[in-house]
């Protein structure tokens, strides 16, 4: 059964500290993926995207993150964080011979100390 | 709306009982979804909507769990005879095009079940 792996489930960093999420998925087709957010109180929203072309790409707030089809990852990354990136960050993989169907991994906490 | 609207926000139910949610997308939008969060876990995924039609209902869990969708629009989830474990955050997401042409599901806020 396809799985996706979030190697953190809870990290705490201090403001300008670089960041890395790790995400490994267990597929063996193509795939799009996903990291969605969660700030406090708020709904999962989306923060970038993968679906084809450049392996890295750019999300919102200076997130990106690297598709490395051969480690089947898709890493997460920030070079200096802010206090308001506390947030719960999710991975997420669609399998393109599925079109609505998306596997989640369990999600990590990010804390961000001022 | 604005944005995906799920009720109750927040509901506390008795072992037995019946609960009903409620999810209003995204106007416009075709697909629905729905999903399970229990605590430090991932979403689980219950039921897919395109339209009014469920091609896949694989995820929901037991006979108990059931959905809707109507006009294209409102949904409702309806968990009968609640048990304890199904207490948990239940999130509604929508999207523009079918499936995840688009890449990005809009999620409500979900709807927290608390079974007693």
């Known amino acids: 059964a396809q799985s996706v792996s979030q190697h953190n489930h809870h990290v705490i960093l201090s403001e300008a500290a670089s960041l890395e999420l790790g995400c490994n998925y267990s597929y063996g087709g193509t795939v799009n993926l996903f990291w969605y957010v969660q700030y406090p109180g708020q709904h999962l929203q989306l923060l970038l995207k993968y679906f084809s072309g450049d392996p890295l790409v750019k999300g919102i707030k200076g997130f990106e993150a690297e598709f490395i089809k051969s480690k089947f990852s898709f890493n997460l990354r920030k070079p200096s964080v802010q206090w308001s990136d506390t947030a719960e960050y999710f991975c997420?993989?669609?399998?393109?011979?599925?079109?609505?169907?998306?596997?989640w991994g369990a999600g990590t906490k990010l804390i961000i100390k001022p | 709306g604005a944005g995906v609207s799920q009720s109750p926000s927040n509901k506390v139910t008795e072992k037995g009982k019946d609960v009903e949610l409620r999810c209003d997308p995204i106007s416009g939008h075709t697909a629905l979804y729905w999903y399970r969060q229990s605590l430090g876990q991932g979403l689980e995924f219950l039921i897919y909507f395109q339209g009014n039609s469920a091609p896949d209902k694989s995820g929901l869990p037991s006979d108990r769990f059931s959905a809707e969708r109507t006009g294209g629009s409102v949904s409702t989830l309806t968990i009968q005879r609640t048990q304890q474990e199904d207490s948990a955050v239940y999130l509604c997401?929508?999207?523009?095009?079918?499936?995840?042409?688009?890449?990005?599901?809009?999620f409500g806020e979900g709807s927290r079940l608390t079974v007693l």
């Open positions: 997420a993989v669609n399998a393109k011979d599925s079109n609505y169907q998306l596997i």
């Open positions: 997401a929508s999207s523009l095009a079918p499936g995840l042409d688009t890449g990005e599901l809009f």
